[in-house]
T-cell receptor, first 113, second 114 residues
């Protein structure tokens, strides 16, 4: 998975609890992305980062926040998890913006009860 | 809203047959069209990509056909094999300033039966 690790790989949590997912890369790529994947919806961008401390919202950002304090780490936080946030979350990285290949991590399966 | 519409949702093909997946886009600014392949329990991986300056790109058994005027592109898998059984996503983006986002289709689950 192109030097990308995600942790945890699986998590079950309860509604209302905070959750943080971590993406770690060893490729020194500038761009990092968080997607969620749901049946019938494909991959939808939550947030992305174009450098350390530089982040912006994607298509489905409500209820999520991100932080990037180092090039290699991109954190996704659900401040107060809801059942609608049950999903598989993928981190991706790319060397260039937009038209460059994005490399995806192995995913985190999150279940919110 | 930028959209990429993908069809069919699922596809069953006999071994040795041709698998065809279609995508249509709306934003004429898109100039990069990749296809991703995803196996169960794995992240998507780039399969093949095309830019609108060519109408076709071939890599092994995989071919992208691109029709700029119709705003459509398609993936053809020749001599389909059971190992090709996966979910395929088309996507699109543009290479202008501030272009960070790939817009994905909803995916096609391909099953190749022996």
């Amino acid at each position: 998975d192109a030097g990308i690790t995600q942790s945890p790989r699986h998590k079950v949590t309860e509604t209302g609890t905070p959750v943080t997912l971590r993406c770690h890369q060893t490729e020194n790529h500038r761009y990092m992305y968080w997607y969620r994947q749901d049946p019938g919806h494909g991959l939808r961008l939550i947030h992305y980062s174009y450098g350390v401390k530089d982040t912006d919202k994607g298509e489905v950002s409500d209820g999520y926040s991100v932080s990037r304090s180092k090039t290699e780490d991109f954190l996704l936080t659900l401040e107060s998890a809801t059942s609608s946030q049950t999903s598989v979350y993928f981190c991706a990285i790319s060397r260039l913006a937009g038209d460059n290949e994005q490399f995806f991590g192995p995913g985190t399966r999150l279940t919110v009860l | 809203q930028q959209q990429v519409k993908q069809s069919p949702q699922s596809l069953i093909v006999q071994k040795g047959g041709i698998s065809i997946i279609n995508c249509a886009y709306e934003n004429t600014a898109f100039d990069y069209f990749p296809w991703y392949q995803q196996f169960p329990g794995k992240g998507p991986a780039l399969l093949i990509a095309i830019r609108p300056d060519v109408s076709e790109k071939k890599e092994g058994r995989f071919t992208i056909s691109f029709n700029k005027s119709a705003k459509q592109f398609s993936l053809h898998i020749m001599d389909s094999q059971p190992g090709d059984s996966a979910t395929y996503f088309c996507a699109a983006s543009y290479s202008g300033a501030g272009s960070y986002q790939l817009t994905f289709g909803k995916g096609t689950k391909l099953s190749v039966i022996p």
